[in-house]
């Protein structure tokens, strides 16, 4: 008993990754977009798949070297009263009129920020820069991914003022690395999306939508389950962890009848969706005959993966509240 409370002391949670799909997620999430992409496309983002898939995370390692990435993966929507989503400004222009900036980043910028990097990433397509365009088409893959999870848009991110500390990761890293092999992918080709800003709108009012969900059915399997049923342990990097149990994590699943797997699917398919558009609005730049990457470009990029190396996994860079 008494190691038993000794272990219970030095636990510490499963790595929120509280601010964004897992990294499994992600990466995961970038790879398939790939294979929904155009012909035209697909075999320049094939040749880079290895690089589109690991630094689908680049975003989430950055926030512990940029201050000013924290706000770019999530909204606090409930922050702004009802329909939130439907009464923002759509633009980061027209935002900052209305509210100042301080206030904005506090709360979350991320659809905002997602149409940034959608007109970087089309500038890069027109600057056949291919540097910008293997960049941007990752972190942009992360943001749109990170806009599909509920819990990225709410305060009680992490179930904190609900008593239920860690369903963050519980729902977008746990659940996909049990049951993420049996989820269908077939999600059809990328689409053309005529407003981007107000895409990304649509998508966190989705999310949105989905919260209450997320909230209440791990309040009803809690009470179903017994205590000492709702955790396991398990070692990670060296580290012993508590775990939301697999018996636990199955029952959530079922009574969200497939929702993470829903939202996962929705946002591979507006992934490659945003890439296309991209380049559609760059003017559909011939990708196949781009000078093949430098020595030196490749070792550019390898530094930049480095340089994000190592991180650490705080409660939330997301806020300090
Ligand atoms: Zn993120």
């Keep these: 008993m008494k190691l038993r409370l000794a272990l219970i002391g030095l636990l ?3 790595p929120p990754q509280a601010f964004s799909w897992g990294f499994f997620a992600h990466q995961r999430i970038n790879r398939l977009a790939v294979f929904t992409l155009p012909p035209e496309m697909i075999r320049f983002y094939k040749k880079h798949l290895t690089y589109i898939t690991e630094n689908a995370v680049n975003p989430d390692k950055r926030r512990y070297v940029i201050p000013q990435e924290g706000p770019r993966h999530f909204i606090d929507l409930d922050v702004y009263g009802d329909s939130a989503a439907l009464k923002l400004p759509r633009t980061w222009a027209a935002a ?9 980043l506090k709360h979350g910028i991320v659809p905002w920020h997602i149409n940034r990097v959608k007109n970087q990433l ?3 397509f027109r600057q056949h820069d291919q540097l910008a365009i293997l960049r941007l088409s990752a972190d942009l893959g992360h943001y749109v991914a990170d806009a599909c999870v509920p819990l990225h848009t709410t305060r009680n991110y992490n179930g904190q003022f609900t008593d ?6 519980l729902w977008e890293s746990r659940l996909p690395e049990l049951l993420a092999d049996q989820y269908d992918y077939l999600v059809g080709p990328a689409g053309y999306i005529a407003h981007p800003q107000t895409q990304a709108w649509q998508i966190v009012q989705q999310s949105q939508a989905a919260l209450d969900s997320v909230l209440r059915f791990e309040k009803e399997v809690s009470a179903e ?7 396991s342990f398990e070692e990670r990097g060296g580290t012993t962890v ?13 009574r969200l009848h497939g929702q993470v797997e829903r939202r996962m ?5 507006l992934v490659s969706s945003y890439w296309y558009t991209c380049w559609v609005d760059a003017g559909q730049p011939d990708l196949n005959n781009l000078q093949p990457l430098t020595a030196a470009q490749q070792q ?7 340089q994000l190396y190592p991180q650490f996994t705080p409660e939330r860079a997301h806020e300090t509240e």
């Design 96 to 104: 900052i009129t209305k509210y100042t900036e301080d206030s904005l």
């Design 300 to 306: 550019l990029l390898l530094e930049e993966k480095r």
């Design 265 to 269: 699917r929705q946002a591979i398919r």
């Design 164 to 169: 239920q500390r860690g369903i963050h990761g």
């Design 122 to 124: 089309t500038e890069a």
């Design 242 to 254: 508590r775990v939301y149990s697999a018996a636990f994590s199955r029952r959530y699943h079922e």
């Design 225 to 231: 389950i017994a205590t000492d049923r709702k955790y």
């Design 12 to 14: 510490i949670w499963l």
